[in-house]
């Protein structure tokens, strides 16, 4: 495998359901991403890890709950979420370190979520 | 209040001709840009990108415009071809947090 995968590619889950998407990357880097995008919006980022660290929550519900045991991992879990999160969910993975600075995301093929 | 603008939803260009896309920007902190082209079904794929010292990039047939008083950057492909035809987006970051701020993207078609 090279760059960033993703599983699923395609998840429908209903609004009690409990589910997490699966982010891995295979470049070395040690910064990962999460970024929703709806339709017609923007990419919209969610959350950053930089060494396993979370370093940015744009304000996102708790009922996405990111998880990064090691710099090649990115979870989201995903529970009680409503109609409006059906999206598409996309990871993403840069070299990280002390100053992210003029860095190169990397993205993943991203997972398309449907929520009945 | 979005940072980076997209302002033309989709473009159409004949095969071999330029085709231009353009991108503007209201937070003066922001000094690196890319461009990234987008497939159905895949996630974004990195073009190419400038940094606020530059007001040029090249790669192949691609090029980048920055014109940093009017906060516009822009796309050139040339010759453009029908593989061409994606969504391309525009990003911006600024200082050390390597936030990516994306605009809403334009669907370029290239006609054969």
């Known amino acids: 495998e090279t760059g960033v995968t993703q599983t699923p590619r395609h998840l429908v889950m209903g609004m009690t359901n409990k589910k997490s998407l699966k982010c891995e990357q295979h470049?070395?880097?040690?910064?990962m991403y999460w970024y929703k995008q709806s339709a017609k919006k923007p990419l919209e980022l969610m959350f950053v890890?930089?060494?396993?660290?979370?370093?940015e929550n744009n304000s996102v519900p708790s009922r996405f709950s990111p998880e990064c045991p090691n710099s090649s991992h990115l979870f989201l879990h995903l529970h009680t979420l409503q109609p409006e999160d059906s999206a598409l969910y996309l990871c993403?993975?840069?070299?990280?370190?002390?100053?992210?600075?003029?860095?190169?995301?990397?993205f993943g093929p991203g997972t398309r979520l449907l929520v009945l | 209040d979005q940072q980076v603008k997209q302002n033309s939803p989709s473009l159409s260009v004949q095969e071999g001709r330029i085709s231009i896309l353009n991108c503007d920007y209201t937070?003066?902190?922001?000094?690196?840009f890319l461009w990234y082209k987008k497939y159905p079904a895949e996630g974004p794929t990195f073009l190419i990108s400038?940094?606020?010292?530059?007001d040029k990039n090249e790669d192949g047939r691609f090029t980048v415009f920055l014109n940093k008083s009017a906060k516009h950057l822009s796309l050139h492909i040339v010759p453009s071809q029908p593989g061409d035809s994606a969504v391309y987006f525009c990003?911006?970051?600024?200082?050390?947090?390597?936030?990516?701020?994306f605009g809403q993207g334009t669907t370029l078609q290239v006609k054969p």
């Open positions: 993403a993975s840069s070299q990280g370190g002390q100053a992210q600075y003029q860095e190169t995301q990397y």
């Open positions: 470049l070395g880097h040690n910064a």
């Open positions: 890890y930089n060494f396993k660290e979370q370093t």
């Open positions: 937070n003066s902190m922001f000094d690196y």
């Open positions: 400038i940094s606020s010292i530059k």
């Open positions: 990003a911006a970051s600024g200082g050390n947090t390597g936030k990516l701020i």
